[in-house]
Antibody, heavy 120, light 112 residues
């Protein structure tokens, strides 16, 4: 059974850097075809893909946010970390990590999400 | 980025009646392998999105057969044959063909 759980601060101040950790089980990021991505969803709005890292360390970023994002993986700990710099109140959202089956349909299995509020 | 456009954005439905949601993409989602890279997700209140349909028309494991997906290329439809109270939530289409993966605006289904 694939499970993912996001962890990190619930409140950050403007201009600070956000660091979120996704801890997963039920799969390995060393397995060919596996990816883990970060997706955010502002309150009442649609989800937005942020970043994705694949088993072969291929990394993909949202073009509009690329300069602010870094995604890394720690396969020994079954974790994926996302950092986002220069946080702003408009970045307030629920942040999800998700498993992706790259060689299949590309479908996502989502974590429960974590709400991050950006406020001074 | 591939733009996904859903309609309607709000869908009030009487239990037992059918419902239909449209999703259009700005580029074809039909891969050279013959599969359409289009998913439908349902986000129930207070929950994470859950996969309903992938490949445009294949129900995910455990999804009731009252849900069906159709379409190809740039035009897709999600149909619910008989809406039940547990179907309330926001439905999203999403394309995993190209990064960044993009979502439609969402269609909020509510019970009349």
């Amino acid at each position: 059974q694939i499970t993912l759980k996001e962890s990190g601060p619930t409140l950050v101040k403007p201009t600070q850097t956000l660091t979120l950790t996704c801890t997963f089980s039920g799969f390995s990021l060393t397995t060919s075809g596996v990816g883990v991505g970060w997706i955010r969803q502002p309150p009442g709005k649609a989800p937005e893909s942020l970043a994705l890292i694949y088993w072969n360390d291929d990394k993909r970023y949202s073009p509009s946010l690329k300069s602010r994002l870094t995604i890394t993986k720690d396969t020994s700990r079954n974790q994926v970390v996302l950092t986002m710099t220069n946080m702003d109140p408009v970045d307030t959202a629920t942040y999800y990590c998700a498993h992706q089956d790259y060689y299949g349909s590309g479908s996502l299995t989502w974590g429960q999400g974590t709400l991050v509020t950006v406020s001074s | 980025d591939i733009v996904m456009t859903q309609s309607p954005l709000s869908l009030p439905v009487t239990p037992g009646e059918p419902a239909s949601i449209s999703c259009r993409s700005s580029q074809s989602l039909l891969h050279s392998n013959g599969f359409n890279y289009l998913h439908w997700y349902l986000q129930k209140p207070g929950q994470s999105p859950q996969l309903l349909i992938h490949w445009g028309s294949t129900r995910a494991s455990g999804v009731p057969d009252r849900f069906s997906g159709s379409g190809s290329g740039t035009d897709f439809t999600l149909k619910i044959s008989r809406v039940e109270a547990e179907d309330v939530g926001v439905y999203y289409c999403m394309q995993p063909l190209e990064t960044p993966h993009t979502f439609g605006q969402g269609t909020k289904l509510e019970i009349k």
